[in-house]
């Protein structure tokens, strides 16, 4: 049992980044966003190449962090500037990721066992209690980011855009900007989780992103179900837990003696019970 | 004080041009109004009102024509650049606010709407306290509610924040586009009487559009009766105040008379 918890809090952290990132397109700008099936592996690509380079780890993510961005800022800019549909541009931008990806890896992996990595002393891969604590320190930065960051004027222009867009033009505010912005930090944040995952598990694959989408919208859904508040730091809070959570789920899942290629069945199911549940929750009251 | 603070000049939009659907809604429409005037627009259904506060917001292209506020062309500015200095209340309340955001969160943002956005914190604290002073004298108790969702406010409450929304920075234009019409008589009229008073009060040049032809003649100083996209009755000062309901109606029939009238000769040409 203190096996499965340790395992799942340490995926759920991992995890965490991509919700918090699904929660700024699918919550906040209620855009969902498909680029992050893509953006997940251009990250863990871009931070793998800088640490072969000898890039120091923490550097190395922050290339994550970077090409997640860049890789929402093709979605971003296949929706905004060429008006391509919501759907259909993540669609289009997570196919033009999977040969963006191949070309930046040389090849379908790449492996990182015993390069040095985000804390020195410690080498790939890694399952150490001190990686855990800095895990821990870089979500809990994130979570004050985002909260920070939708508390400032931006942020609220940003809200805004997700609440009602021709009702934000008509308070001067830059759609095309704000959805821009919003996209390519969401898929910043997937990017950083998919470089720290691939030095956590020791390489980069081109196949680490399937999945990671509904993953991100299962851990949101069950985190949400945690509270009623509609207060952004609690929501970035339960979601973070939501992304433990779902781990959990997944691992007792394992131990039932589901196979490790089930899982993406179980997650999606996961989301339509979710999605049911959310929308008849207003009739289930009315029974009561 | 310029006669044509707000020039209209020839404004023509045609949906679905060169086809059998074609539709004029806007027909070489012009007229001026003065700084600070308080015009009402009526009109029965498809005569253009709101393609012309489309056309004015920028949310929508027009065929040909010029709109020029305060001296300059407005036409060229997209949407959220013409919103710094154009405020418009719409008919639905979840339109005119920002349901997922706090109330003090609605007002703020707009505050911030003639200023780029930064990154200090969006609702500042001092500004606390005007919040409480712009809300306190409408009697709502809405100033013990600026953490409260908006959207758990009612509709009048929504439309009464939309309005001060609208003009917390004193616009060039107001646009009301039958803000009242959703909510029941009695609120309407409560609602009403606060846009009088903002209206009066801040001055703003405001072009309302109301269904309603009593608070048409007994709002603002200048009527104008919009008619298949032009200008088919216009009203001012003295001459409007003299105006009863059934000059206004008649006027409204006479134009739907003449319409029908057109629409019996095209059906002997055919």
């Known amino acids: ?29 209620n855009f969902p966003d498909l680029t992050v099936d893509g953006s997940f592996v251009t990250g863990a690509a871009a931070t793998a190449i800088a640490i072969q380079a000898g890039v120091p780890g923490l550097v190395a993510i922050l290339a994550g962090f970077l090409a997640g961005f860049l890789a929402g800022s093709l979605t971003a800019f296949l929706h905004i500037r060429l008006g391509i549909g919501k759907i259909l541009a993540g669609i289009l931008s997570l196919s033009m990721l999977y040969s963006i990806n191949l070309r930046l890896m040389g090849g379908p992996n790449i492996s990182l066992l015993w390069q040095e990595n985000i804390i020195g002393w410690l080498k790939t891969p890694l399952n150490d209690i001190n990686a855990i604590i800095f895990l821990f320190v870089i979500i809990v930065v994130a979570k004050v980011f985002i909260d920070w960051f939708l508390q400032t004027e931006f942020g609220l222009r940003l809200r805004a855009t997700g609440d009602n867009e021709s009702t934000a033009q008509s308070f001067a505010i830059n759609t095309k900007t704000t959805k821009f912005f919003g996209i390519a930090i969401s898929n ?11 030095q956590f598990q020791g390489f980069a694959d081109i196949s680490m992103g399937v999945g990671v989408i509904i993953l991100g919208f299962a851990a949101l859904m069950l985190g949400e179900a945690l509270t009623t508040s509609n207060k952004i730091p609690t929501i970035t809070t339960v979601i973070i837990l939501g992304a433990i959570l779902f781990q ?41 | 004080m310029a006669n044509d603070f707000l020039k209209i000049s020839n404004l023509r939009k045609v949906y679905n041009p060169d086809t059998a659907g074609e539709v004029i809604a806007l027909d070489d429409l012009s007229f001026s109004i003065a700084e600070g005037e308080f015009a009402t627009i009526v009109g029965s259904n498809a005569a253009g009102k709101t393609t012309l ?31 710094r200095f154009i405020s418009r209340v719409r008919q639905n309340s979840n339109d005119s606010v920002m ?45 013990k509610r600026l953490d409260d969702k908006i959207d ?66 007994e709002f603002g100083n200048r009527l104008i009766l919009l008619d298949r996209g032009k200008v088919g009755f216009e009203a001012i000062g003295e001459q409007k105040q003299k105006l009863n309901v059934v000059d206004v109606v008649e006027k409204l029939e006479s134009k739907i008379a003449e319409f029908e009238e057109d629409i019996s000769v095209l059906a002997v040409k055919k």
């Open chain 1, 1 to 29: 049992m203190a096996g499965i918890l340790f395992t799942s809090f340490e995926l759920g952290l991992l995890y965490a980044l991509v919700v918090l990132g699904v929660f700024l397109t699918f919550r906040i700008l």
């Open chain 1, 248 to 288: 959990v789920i997944i691992n007792i899942a394992l131990r039932l003696g589901l196979s490790g290629t089930d899982l993406k069945l179980v997650t999606a199911l996961i989301v339509v019970i979710a999605l049911v549940i959310g929308s008849n929750k207003k009739y289930l009251a009315y029974g009561k």
């Open chain 2, 99 to 143: 349901v997922s955001m706090t109330l003090a969160e609605n007002l703020a943002m707009a505050k911030l709407k003639d200023r780029s956005a930064g990154l200090s914190k969006g609702v500042k604290k001092e500004w606390g306290d005007e919040f409480v002073a712009l809300l306190k004298p409408l009697g709502l108790g809405l100033e």
């Open chain 2, 152 to 217: 758990l406010l009612s509709g009048g409450q929504k439309q009464t924040v939309a309005l001060l929304m609208a003009t917390i920075v004193k616009p060039k234009l107001l646009l009301l586009d039958e803000h009242t019409a959703a909510l029941d008589p009695k609120v309407s009229k409560k609602v009403l009487e606060i846009t009088n008073r903002i209206v009066k009060d801040s001055g703003v040049t405001t072009l309302m559009i109301t269904h309603n032809i009593h608070h048409a003649i």
């Open chain 1, 188 to 198: 910043g944040l997937v990017g950083l989780s998919g470089g720290l995952i691939a």
């Open chain 2, 53 to 83: 506060f489309n056309a004015i917001t920028g949310s929508l292209a027009l065929t040909s024509g010029d709109i020029v506020l305060d001296g300059k062309s407005i036409l060229k500015s997209p949407e959220f650049k013409r919103s």
